[in-house]
């Protein structure tokens, strides 16, 4: 007849041996650790998520409005708005420069396809979406170039796409 076995209810119970509940710890401890970075880098280190600062029709953005001029707007008192547009393969404009201590308030935005922004020894470093204007903020004390690059698959000539940040010295206030 039949070869099966009646299986009894058994309690559950948890087992787990010496090397599963040191895994466990670990994990914990890791869990716990990664919760710390994040927090540490968020309020401590100043790291910003790119806001998505407004949404825009990719297919006109570049008609009007800020991004029909792409460039840099000088604020006063040191701050600068950049608007940089993005399209395979090129960033416009392909360079900037600004005097060193300037804060700088990066608006990047697609017209075609996603792109990425890197901005070299600084934390900026985002998604650049169609239809979406990312920002972030960076404030450059230190005279140099800071060369950015797309760093988002965007087709054949991908590795063509970058940029450079001129921070010239001798212009502080
Ligand atoms: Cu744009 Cu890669």
């Known amino acids: 007849m039949s070869d099966q076995q009646v299986l009894g209810e058994e309690q559950p119970s948890f087992h787990a041996d010496d090397y599963e509940k040191k895994w466990i710890g670990v994990s914990i401890v890791l869990l716990v650790a990664f919760a710390v970075t ?30 029909s001029q792409p460039g840099l707007r000088d604020l006063g008192g040191g701050e600068y708005d950049a608007y940089i547009l993005s399209q395979q393969y090129l960033f416009t404009p392909r360079e900037i420069r600004v005097p060193a201590g300037s804060t700088v308030n990066f608006y990047i935005t697609s017209i075609d396809v996603q792109h990425g922004f890197k901005l070299q020894d600084t934390n900026i470093n985002m998604q650049i979406v169609p239809g979406q204007v990312s920002k972030l903020t960076a404030t450059f004390d230190d005279p ?28 502080g206030s």
């Open 38 to 67: 994040v927090a540490v880098a968020g309020f401590a280190l100043g790291f910003q998520v790119p806001g998505d600062e407004s949404r825009v029709d990719p297919r006109t953005v570049a008609d009007s409005g800020p991004f």
């Open 144 to 171: 140099g170039e800071y060369p950015y690059i797309c760093h988002e698959y965007c087709g054949i000539a991908h590795a063509a796409m970058f940029g450079s940040l001129i921070v010239e010295a001798g212009g």
